[in-house]
């Protein structure tokens, strides 16, 4: 037999915990931050893109355009940018978390697990 006392129970049960968390203010205002970044960026993203497509199919010429030597032109210089626009956007997300994302919830994380992490 243990002398140890029982742990005692939770006054709710941890999926009723998670919905809490859920329907919180905080939590919304996180999901709100997130989607004031993502989707704004995504669109921007996309139309990025479908210009570069568009252009290659239907603007051949200007895409063709020589810009330096005989082998750099414009559809070059464009297909390489949405590379650097990739990375420009990794970037500003990262930036953006860490000063918007990441502290509201790693504080939603404290309060959830009780200051374990």
């Known amino acids: 037999m243990s002398t140890d006392t029982p742990a005692t129970t939770p006054t709710e049960s941890e999926p009723e915990r998670y919905l809490a968390v859920q329907r919180s203010d905080e939590f919304a205002g996180l999901r709100r931050a997130l989607r004031g970044f993502v989707f704004p960026m995504t669109i921007a993203f996309f139309l990025w893109y ?18 330096f030597g005989s082998n750099i032109n414009v559809a070059l210089v464009f297909g390489l940018l949405q590379f650097v ?10 930036r953006y ?10 504080k939603i994380r404290g309060e959830l697990t009780g200051g374990e992490s």
Do not use: C, Q
């Open 50 to 67: 479908a210009l570069y497509v568009i252009l290659s199919a239907y603007a051949r010429g200007f895409m063709g355009t020589r810009l």
């Open 85 to 94: 626009s990739t990375f420009l956007i990794a970037w500003l997300y990262s």
């Open 97 to 106: 978390a860490d000063r918007k994302i990441d502290p509201v919830a790693d």
